[in-house]
């Protein structure tokens, strides 16, 4: 199975996705802020790393620019992990279902 970094700074949240997660067979860490995730990242490898948009330290994009930057060979997602359901403008849908999934090389790194 995967190694995924899981970047949220919403605990329950978090750690209930790295419950499901693990329940699959997948080896989870995680981290509850940019600077944790790339202390993480510096430490391990990882397959996957699924990033909140919002962080208390900074935003997703940024530290996808950031793995993009360092050349990490990895697939990165950010998203907007919330337990109300997501709302996307239509004229966003596409630019949403488009970055998925993407490896970090070949991301397009700016913010819309």
Do not use: C, W, Y
Not at 5 to 29: K, N
Not at 42 to 64: E, I, N, S, Y
Not at 65 to 85: G, Q, T
């Amino acid at each position: 199975m995967a190694a995924i970094l899981l970047v949220d700074d919403e605990v329950p949240l978090r750690q209930s996705m790295a419950i499901g997660l693990r329940r699959d067979g997948h080896v989870v860490a995680e981290a509850g802020s940019r600077a944790e995730a790339i202390a993480a990242l510096d430490r391990d490898v990882f397959d996957l790393v699924l990033v909140d948009l919002r962080l208390p330290d900074g935003d997703g994009l940024t530290l996808l620019r950031e793995l993009h930057d360092n050349a990490l060979d990895v697939v990165a997602l950010v998203v907007k992990f919330s337990l109300s359901p997501l709302k996307v403008p239509r004229r966003s849908a596409a630019n949403v279902v488009t970055a998925l999934p993407t490896t970090v090389s070949s991301a397009n790194t700016q913010p819309a």
